[in-house]
């Protein structure tokens, strides 16, 4: 792993709310992703904006990375879950998310680059 901090920006992903009404499930739009590495202290931070139905919602996460270059997000200090990895020396990463809301759930995944 690099040692340093590394900021990420939102590059590409796809999200789905699970509309607990009724079930359906609805594409939602991502942006204004922000994703932080720091490898000296082994943590993460990253941040998101889901366009739902009602309106924006942000979303955000921290949590630890592994040795292997795995991250998980702390539910204490989290809005959604996250589980990812980390690739190319860092240069690179992505995870897939989830997070329960008002109107139901969210699910996406998301690609991360310089």
Excluded: C
Aim: glycine share 10%; aromatic share 10%; proline share 4%.
């Amino acid at each position: 792993m690099p040692r340093g901090t590394v900021d990420l920006n939102y590059a590409a992903g796809e999200a789905w709310l699970k509309n607990s009404a009724n079930g359906a499930l609805l594409p939602v739009a991502l942006s204004q992703g922000e994703l932080q590495l720091d490898f000296d202290r082994r943590q993460f931070t990253t941040q998101l904006e889901a366009a739902l139905p009602d309106g924006a919602h942000k979303l955000h996460a921290q949590g630890q990375i592994t040795f292997q270059g795995d991250f998980f997000s702390d539910a204490r200090n989290s809005s959604m879950n996250v589980s990812g990895v980390v690739a190319q020396q860092g240069k690179e990463a992505g995870y897939i998310f989830d997070s329960r809301l008002p109107v139901g759930s969210l699910y996406g995944a998301t690609y991360w680059k310089p």
